[in-house]
């Protein structure tokens, strides 16, 4: 079925870096794209979304890429910090489902 | 902090017991979520539920789990007869309304151990 995944399970950033998570989907229908940031035993947090009708969006050190002829969608983190370490979720919302399908996730490792 | 409640935070059961766990959307939020998270990898969608009502039951396995959402209270998510197989993170997350591309806002998620 479709899904949604990622390249790379775990990045090694150096801090003060600039960070980039990648994430490619299958379904062309989706339409809206969110990325999560889940740290140790906590559940996702919200970090920056993005419609289809879009290309780019910043956010607070954050901006996602949308690129709807390859279905790639990247989170860009500038200078990366060790607050920003933990497991980097994109998820979509899956055709007229209010449902969000999540990719495996990549591990941020930020090294001092 | 008027985030998305689960409680337990974790919860131990033996084999062929009942699981229930509790969901307290954000405030001014009417609609409710569950996920199932296994280690190392991403949540998988299990139910989307509004006051009284089940509009997404999809992921959903058929039999031994079920999940409400009353019309006062908590959103329940509750498994019988537990399996081994059960042993997972279980997130609830909610959002304002019925409109899609709004972003859902998750709790910090039951962790449930079967022995």
Not at chain 1, 49 to 64: L, Y
Not at chain 1, 74 to 94: H, K, M, R, W
Not at chain 2, 39 to 56: A, C, R, S, T
Not at chain 2, 64 to 80: D, Y
Request: aromatic share 8%.
């Amino acid at each position: 079925g479709e899904s949604v995944g990622l390249h790379l399970p775990t990045l090694s950033v150096q801090e003060g870096d600039n960070s980039i998570i990648n994430c490619a989907y299958s379904n062309s229908a989706s339409d809206y794209f969110i990325w999560y940031k889940q740290e140790s035993g906590k559940g996702p947090q919200f970090i920056i979304d993005i419609r289809s009708n879009m290309d780019k969006r910043q956010g607070q050190r954050v901006t996602v890429l949308l690129n709807k002829t390859v279905k790639h969608l990247s989170l860009q983190i500038a200078a990366t910090q060790p607050g920003d370490s933990a497991v980097y979720f994109c998820a979509e919302n899956t055709g007229t489902a209010s449902k969000l399908t999540f990719g495996t996730g990549t591990r941020l490792q930020v090294t001092l | 902090n008027a985030g998305v409640m689960q409680n337990p935070r974790h919860l131990v059961r033996r084999r062929g017991q009942e699981a229930r766990l509790r969901c307290s959307p954000m405030k001014g939020h009417s609609h409710v979520y569950w996920y199932r998270q296994l280690p190392e990898e991403g949540l998988k969608f299990m139910v989307y539920l509004q006051k009284e009502n089940i509009i997404d039951e999809s992921g959903m396995p058929k039999e031994r789990f079920s999940a409400e959402f009353p019309k006062e209270g908590p959103s329940i998510l509750r498994i019988q007869q537990v399996v081994r197989g059960d042993s997972a993170a279980y997130f609830c997350a909610s959002s304002p309304g019925g409109v899609r591309n709004q972003p859902q806002h998750f709790g910090d998620g039951t962790r449930l151990s079967i022995l």
